[in-house]
């Protein structure tokens, strides 16, 4: 089966800087894109950023300038590199990859991994 698995979370003060990691691993035939997510208290998960297997890259408005999304190649890692970071990034984050399981099968299913805690605090 696959996992996902974020790292790199912590607590850091307004203006500095953290690296999410995100790691995809199990059966997979191709990773067709991942992405970062995050959900503050009693809010909704919101897309922070995502990028395909071809390197097009999407940013939510909020972190425009501030936040860079890469991976190794086409598969994995993913990272979030998250610069000039203020106190309402707060919040879980969370990675996603859409992943086809098998040459078999052109179905494709995402999953998430269980997110880290950013913490900014001012």
């Known amino acids: 089966q696959v996992q996902v698995v974020e790292s790199g979370g912590g607590l850091v003060l307004a203006g500095g800087s953290l690296r999410l990691s995100c790691t995809a691993s199990g059966r997979m035939f191709r990773v067709n894109g991942m992405g970062w997510y995050r959900q503050a208290p009693g809010e909704q998960r919101e897309l922070v950023a995502h990028i395909t297997s071809g390197g097009s890259i999407t940013y939510a408005d909020s972190v425009k300038g501030r936040f860079t999304i890469s991976r190794d190649n086409a598969k994995n890692p993913v990272y979030l590199q998250m610069n000039s970071l203020k106190p309402e990034d707060t919040a879980v984050y969370y990675c996603?990859?859409?992943?086809?399981?098998?040459?078999?099968?052109?179905?494709?299913?995402?999953?998430w991994g269980q997110g880290t805690q950013v913490t900014v605090s001012s």
């Open positions: 996603n990859a859409d992943i086809r399981g098998s040459i078999a099968t052109t179905k494709v299913d995402t999953y």
